[in-house]
């Protein structure tokens, strides 16, 4: 079973959409979750960490179900600059290591 | 701002070489990570490191590979003897504390052939 799961896509949105994207993870006693963003052939770039009681950056809000184990991220009012790979990422329960998806491909259309 | 470097961008080698690839973490951060991504899969964990030890290591983390800190501010990747299958995009990471945010250098192009 993969650690960390995530449907690649890809979602191509129109300007000004939601689009939400959602991620599983298999080790319950993972600790820390976060979302990275990835553009091409570049490194990737944390764009927020996931907290429990659920967080939210301007456009950007993440979810944490840790009974489903389950995360996810919406973004709101989609820029052309949105357009990347979304990657979830989990810990393990030593915080030692990152497990990442595969990520989510998102392009936003003019 | 702050940012993790590393060189070369680009190392182009020969099957059985030995490679080193370099990284300079962020300067008050005490973990260091190398993870390794193959050109359109996932970004894989290779190896984290702490008060100059190895913490964690993959299964791709083989003998051939090792970590280093030779100095107070790089930190090495090097390839013993390297295989085609070694060709990937290599990103050092560090981060403040252990399970917090881990921050990416823009990694090193390797290409074995």
Redesign the interface.
């Known amino acids: 079973r993969k650690e960390v799961e995530q449907d690649p896509g890809p979602f191509n949105v129109p300007e000004g959409a939601t689009v939400a994207f959602n991620c599983t993870y298999s080790n319950s006693a993972s ?2 979750f ?1 979302w990275y963003r ?1 553009d091409c ?6 764009l927020m ?1 996931v907290y429990s009681s659920g967080n939210e950056d301007g456009r950007f809000t993440a979810q944490l179900n840790r009974a489903s184990q389950y995360i996810s991220l919406l973004i709101r009012d989609s820029k052309l600059s949105d357009s990347a790979t979304y ?1 979830c990422v989990v ?2 329960n ?10 989510t491909s998102l392009t936003v259309i003019p | 701002e702050p940012e993790v470097t590393q060189t070369p961008s680009h190392q182009v080698t020969q099957m059985g070489q030995e490679v080193i690839l370099r990284c300079v973490p962020i300067s008050n951060h005490l ?1 260091f ?1 190398w ?1 390794r991504q193959i050109l359109g ?5 290779l190896v ?1 490191f ?1 008060n100059n030890e190895i ?2 290591k ?1 299964e791709i983390f083989d003998d051939q590979f090792s970590v280093e800190r030779p100095d107070g501010s790089n930190f090495t990747l090097k390839i013993r003897s390297t295989k085609l299958e070694d060709s990937a ?1 290599y ?1 050092c ?1 560090s981060s403040e504390e ?10 090193t192009r390797l290409t074995v052939l």
Request: charged share 20%; net charge negative.
């Open positions: 600790q820390s976060f990835q052939r570049k490194e990737p770039k944390l960490s990657l810990t393990t030593t915080g030692n290591q990152f497990y990442f998806g595969t990520g | 973990y990570y993870y899969q996932k970004v894989e964990f984290s702490y913490s964690e993959s995009m990103f990471a252990s399970d917090n945010e881990q921050f990416f250098g823009p990694g």
